[in-house]
């Protein structure tokens, strides 16, 4: 019997530990992230290696581009084209908004 209350102790409080997906906010505060990205016209998905972010498509995807100033999101710098979402994550090429070109990687 002894065990079967420390079972059932030790797993109530196992609901207490911290989702590490949640990175640190209340399931409270990601309904209303998402709600706000989606009234914005976005969409809240998992971004990168630590939680969620809200992408928008951009108007100018695909559009050649010599700066990122030239684009909504990211002006990719292997192609001179302007990215179909923001914001971006991983590892590319692009164009900083003085022309010049670096390899980012963001997770």
Partial sequence: MKSLILFVGLLALSGCQEDPDMMGMTRADIRAA???????????????????????????????????????????????TCSAVTPMFGCFSMIDDNGEVSEICID
């Avoid at 108007?59 to 990122?68: F, I, Q, R, Y």
């Avoid at 684009?71 to 192609?79: N, P």
Wanted: charged share 30%; proline share 0%.
């Fill in 34 to 80: 998402q709600k706000q990205c989606e009234d914005s016209g976005g969409r809240y998905e998992r971004a990168g290696l630590f939680g969620n972010a809200c992408f928008h498509d951009t108007n100018d995807a695909g559009k050649s581009c010599k700066t990122g100033k030239d684009c909504e999101g990211v002006c990719f710098g292997d192609t001179h």
